[in-house]
């Protein structure tokens, strides 16, 4: 049985954030929730998963987040507790169902999990999604802790069936990957079926019925501003409601999410609790202003401690104009805390020190100037990858030509670095089909792009159908491993569940999906079969208009995992004549140096035989039992 | 009580994360409030993982730069990597047994001197263990235990507020039954050797 669905109430376990608020949802009484992967969100995803298959849960992997949005509010208007789990880019995908969502509302809680990344650990950008908040006016919860994440999705079900509208929860990375002590409550039972009732004029979001719903949404927003005014996740500190009584001295500081725990260590540790007031934002949109007001009435100062986009300072700054209120309030700038990456205890100590002027002295970091520099550690395909494989036959296939290398989201970005250097492009998930149109019709350059099974389907077909329909001309890799490598070898419409021993699944061909959309030249490869492959890729490449190559092999990492990989290892024997071919064109982390020759550590060879293939002594054989 | 902070950095494969959960359940156990949290790296494809626990009042997850009371390297070239987080009181474990990075192994980076590199964070820190986690853990029966071995050394130290058999009691429940055994063993050798 999963963990999490442990019933023992008041026990407590050291869970991951992502653990705790699957707890929370499931103590909430979730019943229905659907994703696409994403980190930092995928652990949420991952053990809803499991427990959908050991309980009554409902729970999928969505093709792309607006799928996942649209399913989820569905159950919702059908009266069943639901979630939507997406990483913050994610939500710029199911942002067009949201916006619209909002004016439609549901019936039955439902929350959408947005999961931002500052400091991009594994993201595109550091978008700050609270201003989703304001474009849509939904609600926006953020915890600060673990704990705290875990009862406040409790709220978020309890406020968003209040409002009628989804509620949008924003983690941070330091959420969801963090990992801390929480007390388990009582799990609700859920309610799994619904029922829908027809009522097409507050449904079916024709203008005039839009134009009702606006203003039905507007209202919901007042009510959700007078509920975040006396809410409990929007406190002054020492006293959890929204009495002044708690706090007291000149100096106020307004923080939220992970940047409130930094705060209350530096005010600690800076020794100036006497003199600082915390007004603490867990329920961020709309903003409690009359809260605020009353806060700053009692500052003579005031600092915002937030990480990303000064959201909650303009908000501050508006209420204090509005209350008359001219005192010095700040929170991004040169001096103050910057808009780039993650907060740290350090840098919020310094920054509060310098605002307050509180005499502090920085822990003396030890001078390391004169240690010798270490050998980077760069993360990199895995030994036998299929990625590395499909890189060197196309490399070798377009040996001559002007090429650009649009790319996409997923394990095979890391192609970018040398020796690959198969990437010149990317902006985000499906990007590699579409920017693949625009390049072919503006460069004289033979456009070459690469997109994995799951992205392809996330987002890659419409701009293959767009490439058949306008006519454009390029060469699509589908880089067709078996499964959602990157994110933790999540299922996708391609892949074959029957492998995971699951039933109840459809599945749809890549090859079929393809030739269906209009493509002429399709062409299969196996990259383990080095020769015949770039004999092939050649042929697609010379094709004038659409040509698509699926390249189609299981992610070792996924066969090592389902016991598929293969047996036989290799080795270097004594014909190697050191042109090193296999280290400088493959780079296959399998291979290392030993009194200058190369050799293979067959702990991590997984015996794909790409190497061999390419030796141009055939020197490397495989190990003999 | 006062915060101490915990900083564990390895490489992706050697165990980092059940050491900090056992660490943390071993806490929980104790009584003593915890956060922790984890960079991944993308640790299954040969990158660092580095976790930061904080055991006591503290409310943040995260230990900046020169704030760890004590730092823990799987891995020597990634102890020496992870040095901006120590000050001149920090307490340094180190498993002397190199995983050289892909670059070094092709011959396109210089590993780190072993000798140098201990010599380095002894003038660094206030004091270094250094011992060879992959030997002790062959000798404790699983060469996979190097993240008991150095849980072992960690705890001797007495850095952290946690006694050593509750971390067993944590290793007991934490780990695989086959494993159970040689884990244990391969704490003791490590709180053996740290001396």
Known sequence: ?625 | MNTTRLVIVAVGGQGNLLASSVLGEAALLSDISVRMSEIHGMAQRGGVVESAMLFGDARSYVISDGEADVLVGFEPSETLRALKKCNRNTIVITNLHPLPPFTVAIGKGVYPDLDELQATIRAKAAGLVAIDAVKLARQAGNELSVNMVLLGALIRTGKLPIKAETVKEAIRSRSKQAFVESNISAFDLGYGAAQ
Request: aromatic share 8%.
């Open chain 1, 1 to 625: 049985m999963n963990k999490l669905l442990t019933k023992e109430r008041g026990r407590k376990m050291f869970l991951l954030g992502n653990e705790a608020i699957v707890r929370g949802a499931i103590e909430a009484g979730l019943a229905f929730g659907a994703t696409y992967p994403g980190t930092p969100s995928s652990e949420i995803s991952a053990n809803l998963f499991e427990i959908s298959q050991e309980s009554d849960l409902y729970f999928e992997y969505s093709t792309n987040e607006k799928v996942a949005l649209e399913v989820a509010a569905a159950a919702a208007n059908s009266g069943v507790r639901s979630m939507a789990i997406m990483k913050h880019v994610g939500l710029n995908v199911a942002a067009d169902a949201l916006m619209t969502l909002a004016y439609v509302g549901v019936k039955a809680g439902m929350v959408v999990l947005s999961a931002d990344d500052p400091f991009m650990f594994s993201s595109q950008n550091e978008q700050d999604n609270r201003y989703y908040g304001k474009l849509s006016g939904l609600p926006v919860l953020e915890p600060s802790t673990i704990e705290e994440a875990k009862e406040m999705i409790k709220y978020a079900f309890d406020l968003s069936e209040k409002l009628q509208e989804p509620v949008l929860f924003r983690t941070t990375t330091r959420i969801n990957h963090s990992t801390g002590i929480v007390t388990l409550g009582d799990i609700a039972p859920p309610k799994t079926s619904g029922d829908f009732t027809k009522d097409p004029f507050n449904y079916v979001t024709v203008p005039a019925v839009s134009r009702n719903l606006h203003i039905k949404l507007l209202k919901h927003w007042d009510e959700a501003r007078s509920i975040a005014e006396g809410s409990p996740y929007n406190f002054i500190e020492a006293c959890p409601g929204n009495s002044l009584a708690g706090g007291k001295g000149p100096y106020g500081i307004i923080c939220n999410g992970v940047s409130y725990g930094y705060v209350r260590d530096a005010v600690k540790d800076l020794d100036i609790e006497g003199k600082v007031r915390i007004l603490r934002i867990g329920f961020s949109n709309p903003m409690p202003g009359a809260l605020i007001k009353d806060f700053l009435k009692g500052c003579e100062k005031v600092l915002v401690a937030e990480e990303g986009e000064p959201y909650m300072e303009e908000a501050v700054k508006a209420f204090a104009q509005e209350a008359g209120l001219t005192l010095p309030i700040t929170g991004k700038g040169e001096e103050e805390f910057s808009r780039l990456f993650e907060f740290d205890p350090a840098g919020v100590r310094k920054v509060i020190a310098r605002y307050f002027n509180v005499p502090y002295e920085p822990v003396a970091v030890p001078d390391l100037s004169d240690v010798p520099e270490v050998p980077s550690r760069p993360p990199n395909l895995c030994a036998g990858c299929s990625h590395r494989a499909t890189f060197y036959i196309v490399k070798q296939a377009a040996e001559g030509m002007d090429t650009i290398f649009p790319t996409d989201i997923g394990c095979y970005t890391l192609g970018v670095l040398p020796p690959l250097s198969m990437a010149d492009f990317l902006i985000c998930m499906g990007s590699s089909v579409s920017t693949s149109c625009g390049f072919s019709k503006v460069t004289k350059k033979k456009v070459i792009s690469f997109i994995g099974d799951s992205t392809f389907f996330h987002s890659g077909i419409p701009g293959l159908i767009n490439a058949v329909f306008n006519n454009h001309n390029f060469t699509l890799f589908i880089l067709d491993n078996g499964t959602t490598a990157m994110t933790g070898h999540q299922p996708n419409p391609g892949v074959d569940t029957s492998l995971l021993n699951l039933t109840g699944y459809g599945r749809v061909s890549i090859e079929d999906m393809v030739r269906a959309a209009g493509v002429k030249e399709v062409t299969v490869i196996q990259p383990y079969k080095v020769k015949k492959s770039i004999e092939a890729v050649k042929k697609a490449l010379e094709f004038q208009g659409v040509s698509v190559v699926i390249s189609k092999e299981m992610c070792t990492l996924y066969a090592k995992g389902l016991k598929l990989q293969s047996k036989r290892r290799y080795q270097v024997g004594s014909k190697c004549k050191n042109h090193r071919d296999c280290i400088n064109l493959l780079a296959c982390p399998a291979f290392y140096l030993s009194e200058g020759r190369v050799q293979i550590d067959a702990a991590q060879c997984t015996g794909c035989s790409v190497c061999a293939q390419i030796c141009p002594e055939n020197a490397i054989t495989p190990i003999k039992d």
